[in-house]
């Protein structure tokens, strides 16, 4: 079983900065692509940003120039770097990965706060 497992989330102030790690039970060389998703109560999980084996990126328009999503191999983590927050960015975020067959995996999530 694939265990993907989020931290670094927290409490910050507007503006200010956090960075999530994802560690994969396995290299993420396996996966075709990787990425952070997010979710507020009463809203359906939208993609925050992603990443392919190859090194592709995608962001979400709400996040470009602020969120950079990157990996390091060798650690089998996933991370995002998170500047200029805003209250709106509040939300649970999740790891998902997909493996070269299609299939999805997701971690249990980390909560991120912004206050105003």
């Known amino acids: 079983q694939v265990q993907l497992v989020e931290s670094g989330g927290g409490l910050v102030q507007a503006g200010g900065s956090l960075r999530l790690s994802c560690a994969a039970s396995r290299s993420i060389f396996s996966f075709n692509a990787m990425g952070w998703y997010r979710q507020t109560p009463g809203k359906l999980r939208e993609l925050v940003a992603t990443l392919t084996t190859g090194g592709r990126t995608n962001y979400a328009e709400s996040v470009k120039g602020r969120f950079t999503i990157s990996r390091d191999n060798a650690k089998n983590t996933l991370y995002l770097q998170m500047d200029s927050l805003r209250p709106e960015d509040t939300a649970v975020y999740y790891c998902?990965?997909?493996?070269?067959?299609?299939?999805?995996?997701w971690g249990q999530g980390t909560q991120v706060t912004v206050s105003s």
């Open positions: 998902n990965a997909m493996s070269m067959l299609g299939s999805d995996y």
